[in-house]
T-cell receptor
């Protein structure tokens, strides 16, 4: 059981470039989300989705787009990379939105924008 | 406003001793869930323990226990009999409603010494 798979694991971008961080889960989870982790700030929610075709903004959505065409996939797009987007990105999924539902995380993508 | 506060950026603890990691939260929602995650140096996020706002007893999972003081809005994690493998970053997180969003604190870095 693969769980939540993120690709790539590492990426270096030049300022202004665009790219897509991939996230796939094989647990048939309805809820998926993207976080970024920065030192001293914990994990901050970028975008989330409660099901295919439904997405919404989190705490820090600027500069990122998402779509959810299938239950399994939830890609995160950086439109025009900026050095401020240098971070570690985590995708997470859970089988429901109930309070006690554990979130399963991918291994993370370390992104550096130069 | 910061919803989750972890006031200890870092802690040293000797092997076999107990350690308490502080977490306070802010919510006006009577229904919420509190989580603790562990992030070792390898980077993955590992779910440790959950406490619901209506749970009558403090949660326990093996060597992990949660000291839940609802009136004080605190949910401190206690790790008993620390092991070298407990060295990691620990995050407290809260889910306030059924929309599934997890909000994280800044984390506490724990180093266990022999």
């Amino acid at each position: 059981n693969a769980g939540v798979t993120q690709t790539p694991k590492f990426q270096v971008l030049k300022t202004g470039q665009s790219m897509t961080l991939q996230c796939a889960q094989d647990m048939n989870h309805e809820y998926m989300s993207w976080y970024r982790q920065d030192p001293g700030m914990g994990l901050r929610l970028i975008h989330y989705s409660v099901g295919a075709g439904i997405t919404d903004q989190g705490e820090v959505p600027n500069g990122y787009n998402v779509s959810r065409s299938t239950t399994e996939d939830f890609p995160l797009r950086l439109l025009s990379a900026a050095p401020s987007q240098t971070s570690v990105y985590f995708c997470a999924s859970s089988y429901s939105t109930e309070l006690n539902t554990e979130a399963f995380f991918g291994q993370g993508t370390r992104l550096t924008v130069v | 406003a910061q919803k989750i506060t972890q006031t200890q950026p870092g802690m040293f603890v000797q092997e076999k001793e107990a350690v308490t990691l502080d977490c306070t939260y802010d919510t006006s929602d009577p229904s919420y869930g509190l989580f603790w995650y562990k992030q070792p140096s390898s980077g993955e996020m590992i779910f440790l323990i959950y406490q619901g706002s209506y749970d009558q007893q403090n949660a326990t999972e093996g060597r992990y226990s949660l000291n839940f003081q609802k009136a004080r809005k605190s949910a401190n994690l206690v790790i008993s009999a620390s092991q070298l493998g407990d060295s990691a970053m620990y995050f407290c997180a809260m889910r306030e409603n059924s929309w599934g969003k997890l909000q994280f604190g800044a984390g506490t870095q724990v180093v266990v010494t022999p």
